[in-house]
């Protein structure tokens, strides 16, 4: 059985979770609207992501004898000035959301929760790749500036995601 205190801080970053999938998925919109249908399927796969981090929360608190109590999601933005503003967004998205983990773990150690200590370190490990792949594109964002055509081929490269 989890504490009344882990299982609102879980509660909390089910929520999180599920805004980061509705960030992304605003993000897919906007790359949608631009043209750059690569950007936008690489953003909606993005959010499929997000969403699985929420359902694997909301199966380990009915795990520990939890329950779900789902809040409202905040709206997000609608409107970027480039795609490198949005993915500058989506690395400082998710170093918020590494940070809220790692509290989240401090939380679990604190109580002594081994079991969500652990259940945590799958988190731990994904932010290191969601913030470096971030960083990635943000990088060739800053480069594809200065390189025309660079845009276009960043579009095909990233449209790629999740073919075999
Ligand atoms: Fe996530
Ligand atoms: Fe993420």
């Given at each position: 059985?989890?504490?009344?205190?882990?299982?609102?801080?879980?509660n909390e970053q089910i929520n999180k979770e599920l805004y980061s999938?509705?960030?992304?998925l605003s993000m897919a919109a906007y790359f949608q609207d631009t043209g750059l249908e690569g950007f936008s399927?690489?953003?909606?796969?993005?959010?499929?992501?997000e969403r699985e981090h929420a359902l694997k929360i909301f199966d380990y608190v009915f795990d520990r004898g939890g329950t779900v109590k789902l809040a409202a999601i905040e709206a997000p933005a609608a409107r970027w000035s480039s795609p490198l503003a949005v993915?500058?967004?989506?690395?400082?998205?998710e170093t918020f959301v590494?940070?809220?983990?790692?509290?989240?773990?401090?939380?679990?150690?604190?109580?002594?929760?081994?079991?969500t200590s652990s259940f945590?370190?799958?988190?731990?490990?994904?932010?290191?790749?969601?913030e470096a792949s971030a960083g990635t594109i943000v990088?060739?964002?800053?480069?594809?500036?200065?390189?025309?055509g660079a845009m276009l081929m960043l579009d095909r490269a990233l449209g790629a995601r999740g073919d075999k």
């Amino acid at each position: 059985m989890i504490s009344a205190k882990i299982q609102k801080a879980l509660n909390e970053q089910i929520n999180k979770e599920l805004y980061s999938a509705y960030l992304y998925l605003s993000m897919a919109a906007y790359f949608q609207d631009t043209g750059l249908e690569g950007f936008s399927r690489w953003m909606r796969l993005q959010a499929d992501e997000e969403r699985e981090h929420a359902l694997k929360i909301f199966d380990y608190v009915f795990d520990r004898g939890g329950t779900v109590k789902l809040a409202a999601i905040e709206a997000p933005a609608a409107r970027w000035s480039s795609p490198l503003a949005v993915f500058k967004e989506v690395f400082k998205h998710e170093t918020f959301v590494t940070k809220s983990i790692n509290t989240l773990v401090d939380l679990a150690v604190g109580e002594r929760d081994h079991a969500t200590s652990s259940f945590l370190k799958w988190f731990v490990d994904e932010q290191v790749e969601e913030e470096a792949s971030a960083g990635t594109i943000v990088n060739r964002l800053e480069m594809a500036e200065k390189a025309p055509g660079a845009m276009l081929m960043l579009d095909r490269a990233l449209g790629a995601r999740g073919d075999k």
